[in-house]
């Protein structure tokens, strides 16, 4: 008796659910901090209103941790909680590259890329018809979670450590490559609401579609289904 | 409104959680201990000799900004700088075996290094500035610092909402080449509101560890005792990390 194959590894659920607790916390923490000094520049330096291309709001302490201005301890949660970010996030890549994840659900083939199929799944989306067949995800998800894997998490890890002044005497490329500190800060922020964006869209298609089926199959594995099976392998399959 | 109340509610619910876990003993000391993880990877990366990247003079900035104490009005500070600070002495000591006293002719007459530098507030922002100083190493070796010296505690004139400025590097940031007692900013004497007539260059962390109107250099083997223990005036009076290199 083999067990039924599970629609999540292990790796992704433990993966998944410490990332959550990891980006609220930064999410929250990192507001605070940016209550410190509401401006941000491009390039090396910046300090006044004058160099600034963008003042931020100031965020109510129900958006941040802790629930009222404190740089120093909402700067302690963001420098703890930096850890189980990055070092998870590196697990995942491996553990998604060594039992194929990566390569089986989350890329794309070039046939997904054009146009018509792109317009086709966008169509869907639109229709809230998210079923689909041949794969895990359909191509819009794919695009996202490689956005989010590749570039959204990967990128606040390393803005955030070209924003050290203890990183750059070693790893000093990475700061001029993202342009300089402020630069770096800047894109810190960006990257960080491309996160938060990511979060609404992906809680709010949760919702609108059998949340509770996804929510037991990110904490029980669920079952993978033969549409979740690529295309290749079905294929693989019958002949 | 209802959800967002709802969003509001969850919120609030995640802080409290958090605040909690901060109180307990555990929790507190996790996050006191992670600026530490963050030290120790910077300091096998980075160690001794990694040097803050160094800037031409087309990038400094239009001017620096002054923060914290810009002008000190506590103890015989006006009168020093009336006296254009002819009179300033910054007292070598500690667990030394050649303690001494060092007049701004002094300071200057030692061997100098000049480097252009990015200066990082805790709050966020950055300028760069040109820095002309003694290294802090000479004066280190000039003292003869004893074997049992961990730590090198900064003694500044201002006071601040009640307490006295002051810092705190380890043996590893002392002795780093760009640490220097800077008293020139940009060519000319280093501006009040920047830390004259002498301020620290802690070129590998955030701007608070870079005390300004130094009058005391200080060996020691441990921070207790010293102020409230942590190693600083924002360490002690508000929990910032003594390590300010994150």
């Known amino acids: 008796m ?12 433990l993966w998944h659910w410490t990332n959550l607790i990891c980006i609220v916390v930064l999410f929250m923490s990192g507001l605070n901090i940016s209550n410190g000094h509401r401006r941000l520049y491009w390039g090396d330096w910046g300090f006044a209103p004058e160099h600034a291309w963008l ?98 998490l990967p990128m606040m890890v390393f803005t955030g450590m070209a924003i050290s002044p203890g990183v750059e005497p070693w790893l000093g490329w990475l700061t001029e490559v993202l342009g300089g500190r402020q630069s770096a800060r800047s894109l810190h922020f960006i990257f960080a609401w491309a996160v938060f964006g990511f979060f609404v869209i992906h809680v709010a298609l949760v919702i609108v579609h059998k949340p509770l089926h996804h929510l037991r199959g990110m904490i029980t594995g669920g079952r993978l289904e033969e549409s979740d099976k690529p295309a290749a392998d079905i294929k693989g399959e019958t002949t | 409104m209802k959800r967002r109340n709802f969003l509001i509610a969850i919120g609030a619910g995640f802080v409290a959680g958090c605040q909690k876990i901060g109180d307990t003993a555990p929790g507190k000391t996790l996050l006191e201990a992670a600026p530490n993880w963050h030290k120790a990877v910077h300091d096998a990366l980075g160690g001794r000799t990694a040097l803050a990247p160094e800037f031409g003079p087309e990038d400094v900035s239009p001017y620096f900004r002054g923060n914290g104490s810009t002008n000190p009005t506590n103890g015989d500070y006006q009168a020093q700088a009336e006296a254009e600070f002819a009179n300033w002495e910054i007292a070598v000591g500690g667990m030394v075996d050649n303690p001494m006293r060092l007049t701004m002719a002094n300071l200057r007459a030692l061997p100098q290094r000049t480097q252009i530098t990015r200066h990082d507030c805790v709050e966020g922002w950055s300028a760069i500035g040109e820095w002309t100083g003694p290294q802090l190493s000479t004066i280190l070796d000039e003292a003869k610092v004893q074997d049992g010296a961990r730590f090198i505690v900064f003694r500044c ?45 802690i070129e590998r962390q955030l701007g608070y560890k870079h005390a300004k109107y130094v009058t005391g250099i200080e060996a020691v083997a441990s921070l207790d005792g010293i102020g409230e223990g942590k190693g600083g005036y924002w360490e002690d009076r508000a929990g910032y990390q003594w390590y300010a290199g994150v």
Request: glycine letters at 6%; hydrophobic letters at 45%.
């Open chain 1, 55 to 152: 003042e931020v709001p100031r965020f109510p302490g129900w958006m941040t941790i802790p629930d009222y201005y404190s740089l120093s301890q909402a700067r302690d949660w963001h420098i703890l909680t930096a850890w189980p970010f990055a070092l998870a996030l590196l697990l995942m890549w491996i553990a998604m590259l060594v039992n194929r994840h990566f390569q089986r659900d989350i890329t794309t083939t070039r046939r997904e890329w054009k146009p018509a199929a792109v317009w086709a799944d966008i169509k869907a989306h639109l229709r809230f018809d998210f079923e689909h067949a041949g794969g895990k995800y359909n191509f819009l998800q794919k695009v996202a979670y490689g956005l989010v894997f590749g570039v959204f």
């Open chain 2, 157 to 201: 004139a201002d006071n601040l909402n009640g307490d006295d400025y002051y810092e705190s590097v380890d043996m590893l940031d002392a002795y780093h080449p760009q640490t220097i007692v800077a008293h020139k900013l940009n060519g000319e004497d280093l501006p009040i509101k920047n830390g004259a007539p002498a301020r620290m260059r």
């Open chain 1, 2 to 13: 083999t067990k039924p194959a599970k629609k999540h590894a292990l790796a992704t659920r």
